[in-house]
């Protein structure tokens, strides 16, 4: 009989000791998810700041000067992108649809490469912004008039 109370107090111990080991690895798996689980949120918490702070900027007919509105644009994009170091941003060089291709593939190069040139003397590392034309293959508004026109002629950012 007292070998059989020891053997069931054996056993019960053993198994207590188990499912407090088992609980414990639970719960240290349950706080590194956690952690993990958290710092993707942020992440894409702070995507989601940057598509609200870092704004497209815009540009005159057959232009790829930057006008005062550009540059106030700019210099709040400047500022957020020195901030957040942790995002990049590709910026996209549009047109409307007047001119050839050739014509507007250009321009569209031109008005990205002048916002990165701006955007690194206001201090963003060259190493996080790229450049690229979709010229007037990617217009913002699909109509034909002077209100989409001015809508389509501009450098997008897409932030990452």
Known sequence: MK???LLCFFI????????????????VSADVDT???NQADAEAALLDEARR???DVFFEFDSAELDEVAVSQLKNNAMWLVENQSISAMIEGHCDERGTYEYNMALGERRAEV?????ERAGVAASRLGTVSFGEEKPFDPGHNEAAWAKNRRAHFVVK
């Open 3 to 5: 070998k059989l109370l």
């Open 53 to 55: 702070m870092v704004k």
């Open 12 to 27: 019960a111990a053993v198994s207590v000791a188990g499912c407090s080991s088992k609980s414990s690895e639970s719960v």
């Open 35 to 37: 952690g993990q689980y």
């Open 115 to 119: 916002t990165k040139r701006f955007l």
